[in-house]
């Protein structure tokens, strides 16, 4: 047995918190392998792309996931719409608070070893929620679980780029709102298709908007087709400045001057 079987099974009957991304529903689909009486839970809001919802809802109908899916209410808090620095605290607080108000059983997140090392805000909500992560404790790292997700036969999802809530793309101190991250979620889709990058994101700044790619689609990228790509994004609605930049992890996360 696995370090990680062996976690699994000491916890017992289990609620995992699904986002949609490979982290979690690795987990699920371990879990769901090794311990009876799992249960899913996948939380719908403006900030969740209809994809994740689209991969949770796949996976739970081909492996038999008990799935719950539900909103978790995070829109409805002032707090987290004026986003400040620490605005994951109060998106996790919703979750796990919602996942506690529908079940009984233990809650487990994908967090993994790499996700230590970042500001996560969104761990404190989880320790005072009592979730545990089961990858933290086998010491798991990114690469891991998709070695993972590959053994179990999750295919393709074993290289699903990470892609964190549309609400990250908006930066610190700019008020979110439902119809920018849906503007978002269309401009980064956009971008796919004509480009096919291996990572895009559009920011939200307060000079503008800037859409992030990996260094060699940004290097493939000819000034004409920029200017098309900005002329198309700005008809979804941006009556901002359009700018294209190489893309920096968290980069729309700004840390008050100390």
């Not at 879990?31 to 949770?56: C, I, L, N």
């Not at 790619?213 to 002329?231: G, I, K, Q, T, V």
């Amino acid at each position: 047995m696995s370090r990680l079987d062996e976690i699994l099974r000491g916890i017992g009957p289990m609620a995992v918190a699904v986002s949609g991304g490979i982290d979690s529903l690795t987990l699920a689909t371990a879990a769901h392998r090794v311990q009876p009486g799992v249960t899913m839970h996948h939380a719908v809001s403006p900030a969740v792309p209809a994809e994740a919802t689209a991969r949770t809802l796949a996976e739970a109908s081909r492996q038999g996931f008990v799935l719950d899916i539900f909103d978790a209410g995070e829109f409805e808090h002032k707090t987290y719409r004026e986003n400040p620095v620490n605005r994951c605290f109060f998106c996790k607080t919703s979750l796990y608070g919602a996942i506690s108000r529908r079940t009984k059983l233990p809650i487990v997140s994908g967090t993994n070893t790499d996700d230590l090392g970042e500001y996560r805000p969104g761990l404190i909500a989880a320790r005072d929620h009592g979730v545990r992560h089961p990858f933290v404790e086998a010491g798991i790292d990114k690469k891991a679980v998709r070695r993972l997700a590959a053994e179990l036969g999750l295919g393709a999802l074993a290289e699903l780029p990470s892609s964190p809530c549309l609400s990250s793309r908006v930066e610190t101190g700019i008020r979110i709102e439902a119809p920018v991250l849906d503007m978002v979620h269309r401009a980064e889709n956009l971008v796919a298709r004509a480009l096919r990058p291996r990572t895009v994101r559009c920011r939200v700044r307060r000079e503008g908007v800037v859409v992030e790619l990996d260094e060699a689609a940004l290097r493939r990228l000819a000034p004409d087709e920029a200017a098309s790509l900005a002329s198309e994004i700005a008809a979804l609605g941006v009556a901002r400045k359009i700018s294209f930049a190489a893309y920096r992890t968290g980069s729309a996360f700004v840390q008050p001057a100390a």
